[in-house]
């Protein structure tokens, strides 16, 4: 996301702050994640800045490309894990559609 994207907000969410705090302590822990595995495969340089290996540019460059509906059944189950990490604080079929969440979707 470039600085300039702004991340729009459902409506019913704007007057809430529930989940708030457990998500963004979710968020830390996978970026966290991310960056000590990524450091992992660096190779750390003499002035402290990391190269990353040819193959996982290309591979990482090439997930970027692509659409979530065409990644590989592996890099789809990737996925699905992150998201399991959040799943317990998104609201149920019933609270979405009482909230107002679907018809949010709706107007975009």
Not at 34 to 60: A, F, M
């Amino acid at each position: 996301m470039s600085k300039k994207e702004r991340i729009e907000v459902p409506e019913f969410r704007k007057t809430t702050t529930y989940g708030i705090e457990e998500l963004a302590n979710i968020e830390h822990q996978r970026w966290s994640d991310w960056q000590k595995y990524l450091h992992s495969i660096c190779t750390k340089n003499e002035d402290g800045s990391l190269t990353i290996p040819k193959e996982k540019v290309e591979r990482w460059e090439r997930q970027i490309a692509t659409d979530y509906k065409d990644l590989t059944e592996a890099e789809k189950e990737s996925d699905r894990k992150q998201v399991m990490r959040y799943w317990k604080y998104l609201p149920n079929e019933k609270e979405s559609f009482e909230a107002g969440f679907d018809r949010g979707l709706q107007e975009k």
